[in-house]
């Protein structure tokens, strides 16, 4: 099965810098992906991600962080998953062995295969991805057990690869209890050894996530509460912690497809370079110049179009308030002179396109992935898909 997605959007963001608003358009989210596999063969999983030639500068995202942006979510790798699953088992008891590029036992669904096209600003806290990794997983009836591990440092730009020297020197675990038919809880720990210094020694993060998922495809209908804590160690010695609250829902009302989010994430204020939506890649630990808590509020409403041929067509609308404040005082980033006020408003629209087959649950691999009852295959469907 082969699939491709894109999204064509503008945005607009008010205040962005120093008082001053922008709007920019972009092409963003552009992949293609391919599924196969299947009669006993491992199942192959791949993902190429277009966003290094059209998201290079970055797409405006106030409050987000990593890998070198700041307030911009930075492009994935282009080789952003290729994955080799073999599982075997029955509905009720089967496992999986899992080897290739892609997400580490942790956390939440990509924010991609979600109802908001604008990423939260917890993405870095929330989910672990673009690793080598090595995943076996066992579903036991209600009970679903991962463990992984994988390199630690996080890709420098988008044709960047894995460090060699860092292969499996992180590990990860996550159990799921499936309590009802469309309904998980999860919770998971992970120990990332210097995820902003790739050549190994810089301080390493401990982290924690726990949530609840809903989905009822046929109804339309999708929600998610997820909590998140990574705290930076030196050998013993703790660092900075961060949090991160999230709570989101999409229903369909009529033709429509309405979606809310609220956030609240604490972020690393860093030391920006002359490009003020940069930051030195790999200086995180050392250029901290204070911590913010974020607050966000974010509806959202799409109109999805489903025409012939595995052509879908999704224009949407969505708009986000940002409140900031420092949480570290004195604090050498203050919000509200640095963007010329403490509360931000984002406007975005846009049309989705999608061709072919999309991924469904974009996180999880083999037995780790929820199956539909009265079916034999996973669940292949994402929020955004659902009509």
Known sequence: MLGAHGIGMITHQSPAVAGRSMTEGYLTQPTLMLHAGGRGLPAIQLM??????????????????????I????????????TATLERGSD??????T????????????PMVRPFVKYPINHHLAQILERVVAIGAVRLGPVGLEAGSFNGDEPESSGDAPNRSRLWDSWAMRATLYPIDGGELQASYANVRSPEIAKGGGPDDRKWSVSGRF??????????AEWARSTGYV???KTLDFHSFLIEGQTGVGRLL???????TDRADEERLADPFRTLAGGHDFSILGRSRWTIGTFGVAFPIATRRGVSLTPFAEVAQHGVRETLRPSGFVPADFY?????????GGLRIGIGAMHGRMGRYGAAIPRQRGTTTPQSQSPQHAH
């Open 340 to 348: 010329g006020s403490d509360r931000i408003l984002m406007l975005s």
């Open 99 to 110: 080897i290739g590029k892609g997400f580490a036992p942790f956390g939440t669904d990509d």
């Open 235 to 237: 050998g013993s010695d």
């Open 92 to 97: 009720r008891a089967r496992g999986s062995l």
């Open 215 to 224: 989905e009822n495809a046929g109804r339309r209908q999708y929600a998610l």
């Open 258 to 264: 309405l979606a809310g989010r609220l956030e609240v």
């Open 48 to 69: 190429l991600s277009l966003e290094g030639l059209t998201l290079e500068r970055g797409e405006l995202n106030p409050g987000i962080v990593g890998e070198g942006y």
């Open 71 to 82: 307030d911009r979510r930075h492009p994935h790798t282009y080789l952003h998953e290729v």
